[in-house]
């Protein structure tokens, strides 16, 4: 009697990819400058700020550009700019921002940034932004570089107006936070998620995911980087969206509230010697 043949084994189907979250923080991450200080010029223009707020703004970018936003940093520049935008109301700070959103944010967005949220949703990732500076700012840059959704800092508002407290800070362990909690809600294995930031501050939302990136990193970040054996991208070419991305959502009529001031000056000196540069855009860890 023959030997019973052995059943032919399938091969196992392929997996489709998992679903994943990419997170990116905002400032010299997606825009080569800060999003905390965008829109002194108009604000001045309508009379929220003087000439003088303006020039101090202009170095606090500065300072940002070249010290990193390290904790102290960050916790002046938050001190300041509540303080300076308490009483403001919160109506016309939305206008301004809504009226001059194009004109002041897209010649600061890096081309790389939107190349890489780009081939992030082409691979089916859901693109968060996470930043520190005010929500009022951050909802509408994310609706124009197209990402998926956002979190940001929380100014409390009484009578229509800035009280000068905060409700929510995005800053620190609070990233990792919102990223856990994004995970949860819609079933990620962070593991499987990809984290961007140039800021030794977000260290903890890059040690919460699977695949954590450094952009344009600060001294601390970029020794944390070699250590680890992270990738280091380098993004220098600041390009208007118009021609690269649409929004996947309508932009926010909404404003910069608190943390959400500019220094004009100071990032346009930046997109200027960053286009002089010229693109070194590198990719270290491919999808």
């Known amino acids: 009697m023959p030997a019973p043949t052995a ?8 997996r489709a990819p998992r679903p994943a ?21 108009p604000f001045r223009r309508r009379g929220l700020i003087t000439r003088r707020a303006v020039l101090r703004s202009a170095y606090a970018q500065l300072l940002l550009l070249f010290a990193g ?8 520049l938050r001190r300041r700019i509540t303080a300076l935008a308490t009483g403001w109301e919160v109506a016309q700070v939305r206008s301004i921002v809504a009226e001059t959103l194009h004109e002041i944010v897209e010649p600061m967005i890096y081309a790389e940034a939107a190349e890489l949220i780009t081939e992030h949703h082409a691979a089916g990732d859901e693109v968060v932004v996470l930043s520190a500076s005010g929500i009022e700012v ?10 998926d959704r956002s979190l940001a800092t929380r100014m409390s508002v009484r009578d229509g107006r800035y009280t000068g407290e905060i409700d929510f800070y ?32 977000d260290l903890p939302l890059l040690l919460a995911v ?4 450094v952009v344009n990193p600060d ?21 208007s969206l118009r021609s690269r991305l649409r929004p996947r959502a309508p932009v926010l009529a909404v404003a910069a509230a608190g943390l959400g001031l500019a ?8 997109a200027q010697r960053t286009r002089e540069r010229g693109s070194r855009f590198r990719r270290s860890d491919a999808f």
Do not use: N
């Open 21 to 41: 979250a990419a997170f990116f923080d905002l400032d010299k991450t997606i825009i080569a400058g800060s999003s905390a200080l965008a829109f002194s010029r």
């Open 170 to 201: 995005c800053y620190g362990e609070e990233k990792a936070v919102a990223a856990r909690a994004i995970a949860t809600e819609r079933g990620y294995d962070l593991a499987d998620c990809r984290a961007y930031s140039d800021s030794i501050t």
């Open 69 to 76: 936003a390290d904790a102290d940093t960050m916790d002046l």
């Open 263 to 270: 220094a004009a000056g100071g990032a346009g000196w930046w």
């Open 138 to 147: 951050v909802e509408p840059i994310a609706a124009l570089i197209g990402a």
């Open 219 to 239: 001294k601390a970040l970029r020794r944390e980087a070699e250590q680890r054996g992270w990738p280091v991208l380098t993004f220098a070419a600041p390009v």
């Open 210 to 213: 699977g695949h954590p990136t």
């Open 7 to 14: 059943p032919a084994v399938q091969p196992a189907a392929p």
